[in-house]
């Protein structure tokens, strides 16, 4: 069974760093294929990909964020994390991992955190 | 403004096929697959469809997708009050080099 969970601060303050941990279990980020990713939903608004960073290493991330993100990974842990630096009040948004299937041509988010709401507010 | 344009809502009674409707372009749709997602009121989103028509293990057949040129469809049979829900369409885009998602749809069970 794949679980996901989200964890890192509630609240923070603008301009400063958001660190967000993914831990999950049931799967392995050295297998060829998988990969995580984090997608995010502000309040009443749709969903928004961030970032994903596959089983060899490599990363993506979203092109306006780029400047803003860095997504790395424990293998040995488990464990995926996010920084978001200079948080601003548009950045209050739940923050979600999912697990991705690097499937041909585009991937898909197969399972799913429970999310981790994270309000930005001096 | 997303990449791809979904109608904000939808409705229909039980038993009811409704449709969503996912419009897209060359850079995007037209180029790639798409993938469906559910999300229940207060909870995360789940896999509902990938690779345009493709159901995970679990996903009820009463739900559907398909393609055509440039925008895709997910539809309902069959549909149940617990169909209630957000559904969001989404896929790669070259112009953006990312992954879209589509402004999501409200499906309301009336």
């Known amino acids: 069974q794949v679980t996901l969970r989200e964890s890192g601060p509630a609240l923070v303050k603008p301009t400063q760093t958001l660190t967000l941990t993914c831990s999950f279990s049931?799967?392995?980020?050295?297998?060829?294929?998988?990969?995580v990713s984090w997608i995010r939903q502000p309040p009443g608004k749709a969903l928004e990909w961030l970032a994903r960073?596959?089983?060899?290493?490599?990363?993506y991330y979203r092109t306006s964020l780029r400047t803003r993100l860095t997504i790395s990974k424990d293998t040995s842990k488990n464990q995926v994390v996010l920084t978001l630096t200079n948080m601003d009040p548009v950045d209050t948004a739940t923050y979600y991992c999912?697990?991705?299937?690097?499937?041909?041509?585009?991937?898909?988010?197969?399972?799913w955190g429970q999310g981790a709401l994270v309000t930005v507010s001096s | 403004q997303s990449a791809l344009t979904q109608p904000p809502s939808v409705s229909g009674t039980p038993g009811q096929r409704v449709s969503i409707s996912c419009f897209g372009t060359?850079?995007?749709?037209?180029?790639?697959?798409t993938n469906w997602y559910q999300q229940l009121p207060g909870k995360a989103p789940r896999l509902l469809i990938y690779?345009?028509?493709v159901r995970p293990s679990g996903v009820p057949d009463r739900f559907s997708g398909s393609k055509s040129g440039t925008s895709s469809s997910l539809a309902i049979s069959g549909l149940q009050s617990e169909d209630e829900a957000d559904y969001y369409c989404?896929?790669?885009?070259?112009?953006?080099?990312?992954?879209?998602f589509g402004g999501g749809t409200s499906l309301t069970v009336l």
């Open positions: 049931g799967f392995s980020l050295s297998t060829s294929g998988m990969s």
């Open positions: 999912t697990r991705t299937i690097l499937a041909n041509p585009i991937a898909y988010f197969d399972s």
């Open positions: 989404a896929g790669w885009d070259d112009t953006l080099n990312g992954l879209v």
């Open positions: 060359i850079s995007n749709i037209g180029a790639y697959t």
């Open positions: 960073i596959d089983w060899d290493g490599d990363e």
């Open positions: 690779s345009d028509n």
